[in-house]
């Protein structure tokens, strides 16, 4: 073969490769702009959201999938009430399309914080003030009237969860109206879980003797989990002001167990406390010091490591130590894949 018909025939080679080339960049457009379901974005197109608590954190991702990119900035187990943001949230909160808080003052330091930070136009989206009128609103122990900030401890209760799953999917449709109906699709998935929950939640603590039905707690986070199933808020030991009880209130406190007959007194992991025992040993009543009102039980990647996991772990030990049933919490799914399976 000559050289002229070798160099002819490499041509003739190239350019159907390169043909070849085209035609699959065109299919895969194609395939792009045709497709029936909204695309994957890219790591740079992905929404940018932050977060405060893992609880919310935990609940926005059920919306967002993979569509978004989510940074919590309360880590894990700290004091959301006490929290005192770091340089690298301030970055976060500069980088951010849409933003999340509770609300309800809990997170005062990191809202001012974000005002400072967000670029112009980027919603500050604080939950509680959202879902809750302010005649619904509760004062009590730790957070009485006089200081002007309410219990902000929402979601411990399911039923404001839901309610705030709506806004949540709202709000991210608006932000990324490309992917507005995957997440609301997801949201419509994560409401039939947290109807479930809801459910069961209900069911087990109907199980509990009514005398028994008291929550005296270390933190004072059960005011909106309390009326929802059917249990009377004695009280909370912890003051206002998130130190620990003067003598003469241990001793209020004390006199208060004994009247009430409290059978039990529930600490939390996240804030352990010589006081309670004291309190029980005194009373005799039963110690159970292992609530998570705000921490997710397990580790990341495990099936119980989400808000629905926690919310099912403090009721199941709510419910014993009361001398309930906790049988009906068996049957919620831990995740959506199950739920929907």
């Known amino acids: 073969m000559s050289r002229s018909h070798q160099q002819l025939m490499n041509t003739v080679r190239y350019r159907l490769l390169a043909l070849l080339v085209l035609c699959c960049l065109w299919l895969v457009g ?135 799953v709506e806004v949540i999917s709202e709000e991210l449709g608006r932000a990324d109206p490309a992917q507005a109906e995957a997440y609301a699709a997801n949201a419509e998935a994560y409401l039939d879980h947290l109807r479930q929950l809801d459910s069961a939640l209900a069911e087990a603590s109907a199980t509990v003797p009514e005398a028994q039905r008291q929550l005296l707690t270390y933190h004072d986070s059960w005011a909106y989990f309390g009326p929802r199933y059917g249990f009377a808020i004695t009280g909370a030991i912890q003051p206002a002001d998130m130190a620990e009880p003067s003598a003469r209130e241990v001793a209020d406190l004390i006199r208060q167990v004994r009247e009430a007959n409290v059978p039990v007194i529930f600490g939390a992991a996240e804030f352990p406390s010589p006081v309670l025992e004291a309190i029980a040993r005194e009373t005799g009543a039963r110690l159970e010091a292992s609530l998570a009102d705000d921490v997710l039980p397990g580790e990341p990647g495990d099936p119980e490591h989400s808000y629905i996991g ?30 929907n399976g």
């Open 30 to 164: 194609c395939t792009a702009i045709d497709g029936t379901g909204p695309q994957q974005p890219t790591t740079q197109d992905r929404l940018q959201v932050v977060t405060t608590v893992a609880p919310l954190a935990d609940i926005v991702h059920n919306i967002t999938g993979d569509l978004a990119d989510l940074q919590a900035l309360v880590p894990p187990g700290v004091n959301s009430h006490t929290y005192e943001p770091s340089p690298s949230d301030a970055r976060h909160l500069a980088a951010a399309d849409l933003v999340f808080i509770n609300g309800l003052q809990l997170e005062a330091l990191i809202l001012d914080l974000a005002e400072a930070n967000v670029v112009e136009g980027v919603p500050i989206v604080a939950l509680g003030d959202r879902v809750l009128d302010r005649s619904d609103w509760v004062f009590d122990f730790s957070f009485p009237e006089s200081g002007g900030a309410p219990n902000p401890h929402i979601w411990l209760n399911p039923e404001l969860v839901m309610a705030c």
């Open 310 to 339: 926690m919310m099912l772990y403090n009721t199941r030990i709510i419910v014993a130590a009361l001398g309930g049933d906790v049988q009906a919490l068996d049957s919620v799914p831990l995740t959506q894949n199950q739920a």
